[in-house]
């Protein structure tokens, strides 16, 4: 049984840490209930349960850019009779993928919603010959880290996933990223090496870059059969046996005994290995191995599920989806390998108890009380669409169904399983599938129940916005502008809006460039609004670094009533939870009752406000813990609107005394050109400052991963294109933010200042 909550993997890079759960606690925790409670016993699952859940898998495709995702996605949704044909991502025939449903998505040949649907697959024992049929959930998720909260909540709900990787580029910048945040969520993963029909392919290459590169130990389960243009197959080394994909579009899986004479060796080499590989991080396979005897197909099998769902191993696959050759055993892979909902085991907090009370065994039988996560929304033809990831109990059409966080009990008015943009009514839906309802008011990450228990969920880690832009509607200001803003920020989490006061004008932002385009050109399609939107700006922000004590007095009388409030504590640095991503926290030590209670929620609410705009430059302020420690009050003059001054004000003295600086976004950007550009695209990385952290030259091309300052990113596209005749490709994502350099800082400062003085004037 596996821990969906403790760190599965040896402490190689793992960020995961136990009782993640703690964390999602509420206000409500704080019931006086001692600490030793017992957690309740986890719900029975009947054999109906287990024979349901045996043949359910929840899974998605997570990769690199362009590694061929959706196009081995719509392989996956024919073979499965899921679509009757096969339309091509930017294909001739002008359909687009199915998953790509968006228009933004098939002009632009990129994904940018997550989309989910469903399959079925049979699958045929090679074991026994025996016939099984399973029911597949499959999230297509986007490449692009622009988009990367889709990820994030897609790995949130899913059970395992295949990891996508070029059989020429391998493990790419965000290959590692999708590889952490597979990890954060410990969702298990089998490799797939794609495009192995490219010329330059090299699966072995890419198996090493996994270990190496991701640290997981891997192993391939298949070798080809042909290279490049003429690869036609694999062997199967589990079961020994070459398979090969035959008839329009490679309907027909043609399995023989017989292994080409050109790939025995090969295979029987890859086989030894695939053994060694098993005996490093399996118990069984390690004895046998101890003892020279040779694992049987069916201990290798058994083996590499036990590895594989225990997040010690990954079986890579090869295959090349637009050539339509070996995605049927990928989809056996997913079935003989990736864990069901069963195997997996997942917490809730009981937010009736104390926050560090023990987590609360999920199961996911169907008897049990309902527990489901909405884990995205999306404003749809009909209204709000919710989709839901259902772990305990079982979902009925005109349910009443309880929000854990806001206490609403709404009904479900409508149930529907999606297929990409189409949907199916269905009556009811059972624990460990994926479904979406209608009409119900909620927020991404929100917990549901029957409103027999009070379980709660953790919630997705959200990463902080990297860039902004300041828009406004060309003409008159409708109120579907607002209305679009607003509906954005409530389906995705990392577009944030706010209306700079010094300004007036609205801030949006986001992930990247390509984030914040894609609002503003679904504003205007979607809801007939045109913008103007003003240079891109980096997201710098303030932070201080040394801690400094304060004690403030705000003291105000005009007459009437006047105001007092006294409060005292320090602030000082603080690093970031790698969970979920934050790095503010307020915390009230106060003891005697130097300020009443009633007036806490208002420092609190001051010390947030006071977060908002740094002194510095006018940025939002991170990495900062406020400790309130002493204070004082007038039993007349005190109230909730002094008591928030006076943190505000005590706030921005501190702040200055703890050294505060200027952090701006440093993003990781990768670069593949081909080889004879290598100089050029190394030297235009260092006239931008960029820190080269990793390289490698491949037959004829290289990739080269770099440290740069978005600030310093601006119009990189063009000077790439220039250094390497259009042929030089770039991706970067978001890595931290770092403190700026004295120049910037003080010509950021300097710029503030001189907007303020305007202003004033
Ligand atoms: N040679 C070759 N090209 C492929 C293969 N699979 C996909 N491609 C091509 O690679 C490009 C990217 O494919 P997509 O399926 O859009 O990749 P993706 O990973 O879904 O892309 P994003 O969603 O934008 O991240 C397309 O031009 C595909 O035709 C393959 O097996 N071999």
């Given at each position: 049984m596996l821990s969906r909550g403790c760190s599965r993997f040896t402490p190689l890079l793992s960020p995961w840490r136990p009782h993640?759960?703690?964390?999602?606690?509420?206000?409500?925790?704080?019931?006086?209930?001692?600490?030793?409670?017992p957690p309740p016993p986890k719900h029975q699952l009947t054999d109906t349960d287990l024979k349901r859940l045996a043949f359910q898998r929840n899974i998605g495709v997570s990769a690199h850019i362009d590694s061929g995702k959706t196009t081995l996605t719509e392989r996956i949704l024919f073979y499965t009779g899921r679509i009757r044909d096969i339309h091509e991502v930017r294909g001739r025939d002008s359909v687009g993928a199915k998953m790509d449903s968006m228009d933004l998505e098939r002009e632009k040949g990129i994904t940018i919603q997550s989309a989910a649907t469903f399959c079925d697959w049979e699958t045929t024992s090679p074991a026994d010959g025996s016939k099984h049929k399973y029911a597949i959930n499959i999230i297509d998720t986007p490449g692009h880290v622009d988009f990367t909260i889709e990820v994030e909540r897609a790995l949130r709900v899913l059970d395992g996933a295949i990891l996508v990787l070029c059989?020429?580029?391998?493990?790419?910048s965000q290959t590692t990223t999708v590889d952490r945040q597979m990890r954060r969520y410990g969702v298990p993963r089998i490799s797939f090496v794609n495009k192995m029909d490219r010329p330059g392919a090299n699966p072995w290459r890419i198996v090493s870059q996994i270990r190496s590169k991701l640290r997981i130990p891997a192993a391939a389960v298949q070798v080809p059969i042909g290279v490049e243009d003429g690869f036609k197959g694999v062997v199967d080394l589990v079961y020994w046996r070459a398979i090969y994909n035959e008839g329009q579009k490679g309907i027909d899986v043609v399995v023989s005994e017989e292994i080409p004479a050109d790939v025995l060796e090969l295979a029987k080499e890859k086989r030894t290995e695939l053994i060694e590989q098993l005996a490093e991080v399996d118990e069984e396979i390690g004895e046998l191995f101890l003892m020279d005897e040779q694992p049987s197909n069916d201990q290798i099998a058994a083996a590499i599920r036990r590895s594989t769902i225990g997040l010690k191993f990954s079986p890579v696959f090869l295959g090349s989806a637009i050539k339509n050759t070996a995605v049927q055993p990928l989809l056996d892979g997913v079935c003989a390998y990736l864990p069901n909902p069963s195997e997996l085991d997942v917490v809730a907090h009981d937010t009736t108890l104390p926050v560090t009370a023990d987590p609360v065994p999920l199961s996911p039988a169907a008897a049990a009380p309902l527990v489901g996560l909405a884990f995205k929304l999306e404003e749809g033809r009909f209204g709000q669409l919710t989709y839901m990831r259902v772990y305990q109990g079982s979902l009925k059409k005109s349910n009443l169904i309880y929000n854990a966080r806001t206490g609403k009990k709404v009904k479900v008015p409508r149930l529907v399983r999606m297929h990409s943009n189409e949907m199916e009514d269905i009556e009811s839906i059972g624990p460990g599938e994926i479904c979406a309802i209608f009409g119900v008011e909620c927020s991404s990450g929100d917990t549901f129940t029957d409103g027999s228990t009070s379980f709660s969920m953790t919630s997705m880690f959200v990463p902080e916005p990297v860039i902004s832009l300041a828009i406004k509607a060309n003409g008159i200001e409708t109120p579907n502008f607002s209305r679009a803003l607003n509906r954005f920020q409530k389906e995705d989490p990392t577009f944030r809006v706010h209306l700079d006061q010094e300004s007036k004008e609205t801030i949006i932002s986001g992930m990247g460039e390509l984030h914040l385009e894609i609002y503003v050109e679904r504003m205007r399609r979607e809801y007939n609004v045109d913008c103007a939107t003003g240079k891109p700006r980096v997201a710098f922000r303030e932070t201080i670094s040394k801690r400094a004590d304060f004690t403030y007095v705000h003291k105000k009388q005009t007459g009437g009533a006047g105001q007092y409030a006294k409060v005292a504590g320090y602030i000082e640095p603080m690093e970031m939870d790698?969970?979920?991503?934050?790095d503010v926290m307020f915390e009230n030590v106060i003891m005697?009752?130097?300020?009443?209670?009633?007036?806490i929620p208002a420092i609190e609410k001051g010390f947030y406000e006071a977060l908002e705009k740094g002194t510095l430059t006018g940025n939002p302020i991170s990495g900062v813990r406020f400790v309130l420690k002493d204070g004082g009050y007038h039993?007349?003059?005190?109230?909730e609107l002094a008591f928030r001054n006076a943190t505000i004000g005590a706030f921005r003295e501190a702040f200055r005394a703890a050294s505060a600086i200027v952090l701006e976004p440093i993003m990781k950007v990768e670069v593949v050109a081909p080889g004879e550009f290598q100089s050029n695209v190394i030297s235009g990385l260092n006239t931008r400052r960029g820190t080269i952290v990793d390289s490698e030259v491949r037959d004829d091309e290289f990739t080269a991963i770099a440290d740069v300052a978005l600030n310093d990113m601006f119009g990189y596209s063009n000077q790439l294109r220039g250094s390497t005749q259009g042929k030089g490709e770039f991706s970067m994502e978001y890595k931290l933010h770092a403190p700026a350099l004295p120049h910037l800082q003080m010509e950021l400062e300097n710029a503030y200042k001189k907007a303020l003085a305007a202003k004033n004037k």
């Amino acid at each position: 049984m596996l821990s969906r909550g403790c760190s599965r993997f040896t402490p190689l890079l793992s960020p995961w840490r136990p009782h993640r759960w703690r964390r999602a606690a509420s206000a409500a925790a704080a019931v006086a209930i001692p600490d030793d409670v017992p957690p309740p016993p986890k719900h029975q699952l009947t054999d109906t349960d287990l024979k349901r859940l045996a043949f359910q898998r929840n899974i998605g495709v997570s990769a690199h850019i362009d590694s061929g995702k959706t196009t081995l996605t719509e392989r996956i949704l024919f073979y499965t009779g899921r679509i009757r044909d096969i339309h091509e991502v930017r294909g001739r025939d002008s359909v687009g993928a199915k998953m790509d449903s968006m228009d933004l998505e098939r002009e632009k040949g990129i994904t940018i919603q997550s989309a989910a649907t469903f399959c079925d697959w049979e699958t045929t024992s090679p074991a026994d010959g025996s016939k099984h049929k399973y029911a597949i959930n499959i999230i297509d998720t986007p490449g692009h880290v622009d988009f990367t909260i889709e990820v994030e909540r897609a790995l949130r709900v899913l059970d395992g996933a295949i990891l996508v990787l070029c059989a020429v580029a391998g493990v790419q910048s965000q290959t590692t990223t999708v590889d952490r945040q597979m990890r954060r969520y410990g969702v298990p993963r089998i490799s797939f090496v794609n495009k192995m029909d490219r010329p330059g392919a090299n699966p072995w290459r890419i198996v090493s870059q996994i270990r190496s590169k991701l640290r997981i130990p891997a192993a391939a389960v298949q070798v080809p059969i042909g290279v490049e243009d003429g690869f036609k197959g694999v062997v199967d080394l589990v079961y020994w046996r070459a398979i090969y994909n035959e008839g329009q579009k490679g309907i027909d899986v043609v399995v023989s005994e017989e292994i080409p004479a050109d790939v025995l060796e090969l295979a029987k080499e890859k086989r030894t290995e695939l053994i060694e590989q098993l005996a490093e991080v399996d118990e069984e396979i390690g004895e046998l191995f101890l003892m020279d005897e040779q694992p049987s197909n069916d201990q290798i099998a058994a083996a590499i599920r036990r590895s594989t769902i225990g997040l010690k191993f990954s079986p890579v696959f090869l295959g090349s989806a637009i050539k339509n050759t070996a995605v049927q055993p990928l989809l056996d892979g997913v079935c003989a390998y990736l864990p069901n909902p069963s195997e997996l085991d997942v917490v809730a907090h009981d937010t009736t108890l104390p926050v560090t009370a023990d987590p609360v065994p999920l199961s996911p039988a169907a008897a049990a009380p309902l527990v489901g996560l909405a884990f995205k929304l999306e404003e749809g033809r009909f209204g709000q669409l919710t989709y839901m990831r259902v772990y305990q109990g079982s979902l009925k059409k005109s349910n009443l169904i309880y929000n854990a966080r806001t206490g609403k009990k709404v009904k479900v008015p409508r149930l529907v399983r999606m297929h990409s943009n189409e949907m199916e009514d269905i009556e009811s839906i059972g624990p460990g599938e994926i479904c979406a309802i209608f009409g119900v008011e909620c927020s991404s990450g929100d917990t549901f129940t029957d409103g027999s228990t009070s379980f709660s969920m953790t919630s997705m880690f959200v990463p902080e916005p990297v860039i902004s832009l300041a828009i406004k509607a060309n003409g008159i200001e409708t109120p579907n502008f607002s209305r679009a803003l607003n509906r954005f920020q409530k389906e995705d989490p990392t577009f944030r809006v706010h209306l700079d006061q010094e300004s007036k004008e609205t801030i949006i932002s986001g992930m990247g460039e390509l984030h914040l385009e894609i609002y503003v050109e679904r504003m205007r399609r979607e809801y007939n609004v045109d913008c103007a939107t003003g240079k891109p700006r980096v997201a710098f922000r303030e932070t201080i670094s040394k801690r400094a004590d304060f004690t403030y007095v705000h003291k105000k009388q005009t007459g009437g009533a006047g105001q007092y409030a006294k409060v005292a504590g320090y602030i000082e640095p603080m690093e970031m939870d790698p969970e979920t991503g934050k790095d503010v926290m307020f915390e009230n030590v106060i003891m005697g009752g130097t300020i009443p209670s009633n007036y806490i929620p208002a420092i609190e609410k001051g010390f947030y406000e006071a977060l908002e705009k740094g002194t510095l430059t006018g940025n939002p302020i991170s990495g900062v813990r406020f400790v309130l420690k002493d204070g004082g009050y007038h039993i007349v003059d005190s109230s909730e609107l002094a008591f928030r001054n006076a943190t505000i004000g005590a706030f921005r003295e501190a702040f200055r005394a703890a050294s505060a600086i200027v952090l701006e976004p440093i993003m990781k950007v990768e670069v593949v050109a081909p080889g004879e550009f290598q100089s050029n695209v190394i030297s235009g990385l260092n006239t931008r400052r960029g820190t080269i952290v990793d390289s490698e030259v491949r037959d004829d091309e290289f990739t080269a991963i770099a440290d740069v300052a978005l600030n310093d990113m601006f119009g990189y596209s063009n000077q790439l294109r220039g250094s390497t005749q259009g042929k030089g490709e770039f991706s970067m994502e978001y890595k931290l933010h770092a403190p700026a350099l004295p120049h910037l800082q003080m010509e950021l400062e300097n710029a503030y200042k001189k907007a303020l003085a305007a202003k004033n004037k």
